[in-house]
């Protein structure tokens, strides 16, 4: 029905969309979500022929096949027929998006050329449950709600084959929006409907198929449940993770930066944490694989520790019973389980302090043989006992910079520097009188943190944190996950939380698997 | 709409109150400060018993209000000794024509004034629009007078088509369509100038309304919807454009009424309410001065009296404000 072929729109200088490729077929509702700025409404006004009306200067480039059609190509005259009758738009509904001195009734009715259309919008307002009483009011006089029902009326009117709707959920409450999604769905049975929203409770009701702008590029897209469920790409997953939808538990985390989008290789990169070399320079192109285009380098979030086929007998009790997962970039992975369960086993496995009796461990996709100390820079572990990780013969400087002496890779001011860096990172004071004291000198709170600047002064990357909070207080405990949280939206760190406590799980993890009886299986948490 | 009225009756009583009020405060008393000095002497006595009534100088100040406002009531404004007629009357005859050139003048130039600012808006930057900006921007730095002048020299010196003043052909003998057309022709020259004096401000309003509506969000639904041109146009921009130009249109009705009356009216000696003061300045009739004012202001708090029910016409979001 619609396919966009390379389009790319800009404003004088200013290139808004920069290559896109898509298709809407019959049926099809297609979710385009993504922060403001990116260029969604610009593809919608793009799609009407409308952009030239909004900003001088536009050049616009790539086709937009409607039917057969190339409307980037159709004459002003030639659009007019096409608009409203075969593609109509919902608009943002903003200040002024209807005329503000005239009834909205008449306002529907000029879209219809006979003269008698009084009884065809009735039955439209009747379908979205909007009194026709109230059709005949100034628009300062209705609600929000209701002047989103009266646009939607507007748009479906003509019964257009393909819609599109630009934010139509926005400054709505919980509850007029979902009556609004649900009206939505009745109308745009049979009909190709393109939604640009960033609004994604919207988008995962609403669309079966969704792709996702960054910097005017398409990033990601798929079936609307594989992106939600299983986002590849980076900014998709972050995304996801900074809003606040009805089922996530985790708390809430952003993207690290601030928007901003480079023409330079990926436009994603300043942002990203796992950007190599080669994301600087050339930019990704869409690619599918399995039904799921990406545009990125490393093919998606990468996993740092694959486990796959781990086992371990002691004294003739199989405590690990053929254990595979992946850890993935910027994740949080959560191994719940009962204490001697195992999981403690498993952390020491993957840390090369205890053999396996079979299977292996891969490292960003390459098996480790040996645990030197190319590996623990890489992986770091902090755990449960504070008090037995940090020596009480050295001091807190000495402790922290520990794992650089035995990397020696640092000379000493760099090691202190380095140091205050870690220790600010975490919440501590870098002064001398802090650097210089002894643990038994801080709380157990300080201690936690202390040993996690350890574990972060070689930057890995990945963190295994075993029962980290357990022996802390509630308060201090909250705080040291919100640290978590915060370091791992800034480093991309992929994190493997160990734990007995649900609720400790449910707030950290993107993903929760239990072990049990030897035998980890992912849990769904609601 | 209730407080409007309030405010609208409060307005007039100020009016006429000053008007009681000022010749009283004037040093001496109010007969001889608006007829002069030594007018008892010289009025015959039936004159002077009709300004004694008006004026009843020898009752208390209350009783002379209330007589006073009775007399207003009445139509007595006071008697002209310059015209030797009551001033009532004089206004009687004088202020059709100002009505009949000021009405014209103000609906005619608002239409042109409108469509052309929404034509010229619309088309920003093509060439009517600048050609229309440029001739109309220049044409409204000569001051009114002048425009006048130039009206009177071109169509009616140079051309000699057109009758240069007055209303009406003096002792022409005309009757029946000849009267009317002999009056129409007075008309032309006086209200054609008054007409391209009053169309710039109009003119630049609606096009400057309209570049900031054209740029509106319901305009780009407008154009979605696939409307024609002239309906987005007109029915759209141009229905939005109306709100200021009637606001506007409304607060300059005042000024209005002094250049078309005073400066037109002067300049090709039309018998209007603007000649009548004019006259009665040179000549120091206060009587008539001091009706013609009260009839004026009068005559601008009505039409904002018909503004104020215009606006919530043509603006619903008013109504809703109050
Ligand atoms: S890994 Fe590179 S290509 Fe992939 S999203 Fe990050 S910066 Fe872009």
Redesign the pocket.
Known sequence: MLKVKNLRTSYGKNEILKGLDFEVSKEDIVAVIGESGTGKTTLALAIMGLLRYQQDNVKISGEIVFNGIDLSRLKEDELKKIRWSKISIVFQNVDNILNPVIPVFKQIKEILNSNDGTSIINDMLEKMDFPVSRAYAYPYQLSMGEKQKVMLAMAYILNPEFVILDEPTSALDFESKNNLIKIIKELSSQKAVLLATHDLDTAQNISNKTVVLYGGNIIESGSTKDVFTNPR???TRGLIRSYPSETRTKDLQGIKGNPGFTDNG?C??PR?T???QI?KEEK?LLTESNGRKIA???YGIIPLVSVSRIKKTYENRSILKSISFDVYEGETLTILGRSGSGKTTLAKIIMGLIKPDDGEICLENMKVTCWDSAFYKKVQMIFQDTRAALSHRLNILESVTEPLLIQKCKSNEEMVDAAKQVLSEVGLPGSDDFLYSYPHHLSGGELQRVVIARALILSPRVLIADEPTSALDPSIQAKVLKLLNQIQEQRGLGMLFITHDLGVARKVSDRVMEINNGILKEKILR | MNKRWVSYIIAFFIIISLNFAIPRLLPGDPVSAIYGEDVMVKLSEDVKEYINSAYNIDKPVISQYFLYLASLFKGNLGYSLYYKQSVGKLLMSYMPFTLLLMGLAVIISSFFAFILGIESGWRRGKKIDLFLLYSIIISSGFPSFFIAALFLIFFGITLGALPMQGARTAYSGFTGFGITSDFLKHLVLPLSSLIFILIPPGYFLTRNAMLSNIKEPYILLARAKGLSDSKIRYGHAGRNSLIPFVTQTGMRMGTIIVTGSLFIEMVFSYPGMGSLIYNSILNRDYPVLQGSLLIVTFLVLIINFFMDILYVKIDPRIKYAH
């Open positions: 790409h980076p900014y990926c994603f990169w990203c796992q950007a190599i994301c990704p990125c380098h490393r």
